[in-house]
């Protein structure tokens, strides 16, 4: 079984900054894409950004510029570093990761449990 564990949401002034951070765990043989997902109240559930285990990133339109994802494979964890945060910006926040459990078994889609973020002043 793999666990996705997020952390790092909070309340943060307009023009702030927050860390969310996602270490996966459990039986692990391969993480590929990881990537952040945010859901407002009464909205979808929408891509933030997205990381390849090469590097390679993808970011929504409504956050380029102001939002950085990395990931250390090392530590099975990706972040999102997130500045000039706006209201809009209010959600909670996802984790998604496709891993493989061993050499063996098909890729698997795993979400975390989420962590709100609150831009407010």
């Known amino acids: 079984q793999v666990q996705l564990v997020e952390s790092g949401g909070g309340l943060v002034q307009p023009g702030g900054s927050l860390r969310l951070s996602c270490a996966a765990s459990g039986s692990i043989f391969n993480i590929y894409n990881m990537g952040w997902y945010r859901q407002a109240p009464g909205k979808q559930r929408e891509l933030v950004a997205s990381?390849?285990?090469?590097?390679?990133?993808n970011y929504a339109d409504s956050v380029k510029g102001r939002f950085t994802i990395s990931r250390d494979n090392a530590k099975n964890t990706v972040y999102l570093q997130m500045n000039s945060l706006q209201p809009e910006d209010t959600a909670v926040y996802y984790c998604n990761g496709r891993i493989s459990s061993s050499a063996y078994t098909i890729i698997k889609n795993y979400w975390g449990q989420g962590t709100q973020v609150t831009v407010s002043s």
């Open positions: 990381i390849t285990n090469g590097g390679s990133t």
